[in-house]
């Protein structure tokens, strides 16, 4: 696995090189989803910190398992609202607010832990009906109406492009999500941080990081294929 970790990390390196951009400026959330704790302590001690998870009971149990760590664990999948309590006590950030109701719950029970929690909106770029995610034109809507909550802080954006065999292809998605972001930033809204571009999986996270990616999220390739 340290190898794997070593070749992402280089690929992430050049991508940012490439794009005249520094390395350290794009962080790798190493995505656990399926795979058991044994394999997210490997990872950590091949010196990796974050990890991303996407259900809250599998995530509940893992962290329990490795709570002798000092890990950033990060939420990415789909958050049911009566989940956000949960989502709340465990992750550092949420990647996948998508709407109003959800950012308002999740105000809620971070108001009750007396935490500020960091988001990012969720953008359905492909307008997918399968997908989460606010739309492109109702993300800075959503950016605006959940900066007035007291306990949530927007540090950017999120995206989950269509599949496609090529990287090349999801390439317009990620830019998208930067101009979006620019967009957003430019609008000043009190509260709003537009940091941070969460996008980039195993198959195209260098064409992400190349559009400006500050978070990849990337299983397969640290961890092989999930079952
Ligand atoms: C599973 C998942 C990933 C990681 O996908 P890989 O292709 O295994 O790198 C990234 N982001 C989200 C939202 C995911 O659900």
């Known amino acids: 696995m340290k190898n794997r970790i070593k070749g992402v990390l280089e690929r992430i390196a050049e991508a940012a090189e490439r794009a005249g951009r520094e390395p350290t400026e ?4 190493a995505v656990t989803k399926t795979h058991p ?14 990890f991303g998870e996407n ?3 599998e995530a509940r149990d893992k962290i329990e398992e490795l709570a002798d760590l000092d890990l950033s664990w990060h ?6 609202r009566n989940k956000a309590k949960y989502a709340v006590r ?7 607010v998508d709407s109003l109701k959800l950012a308002k719950e999740i105000d809620k029970e971070a108001a009750k832990h007396g935490k500020i929690q960091d988001v990012l909106v969720q953008v359905n770029l492909g307008n997918e009906p399968t997908k989460s995610g606010t739309g492109q034109d109702e993300a800075a809507a959503l950016c605006r109406e959940a900066s007035r909550l007291d306990h ?3 540090r ?3 995206t989950l492009p269509p599949f496609f065999d090529e990287p090349e292809k999801a390439r317009p998605f990620f830019a998208a999500l930067r101009r979006l972001r620019d967009q957003i930033a430019a609008l000043s809204i009190e509260g709003v941080f537009m940091e941070a571009l969460s996008m980039g999986m195993t198959g195209d996270f260098e064409a992400a990081v190349e ?8 299983g397969t390739a640290i961890f092989g294929a999930r079952q």
């Open 75 to 80: 939420f990415i999948g789909h958050l049911q």
């Open 211 to 218: 559009e400006g990616a500050t978070w990849v999220r990337i």
């Open 26 to 29: 794009v962080g790798l959330v």
């Open 152 to 154: 949530i802080k927007i």
């Open 90 to 96: 465990m992750f550092d950030l949420i990647h996948s």
């Open 156 to 158: 950017g954006l999120m």
């Open 55 to 57: 259900y809250i009971q």
């Open 37 to 50: 704790a044994a394999a997210v302590r490997e990872a950590a001690d091949a010196g990796l910190t974050v």
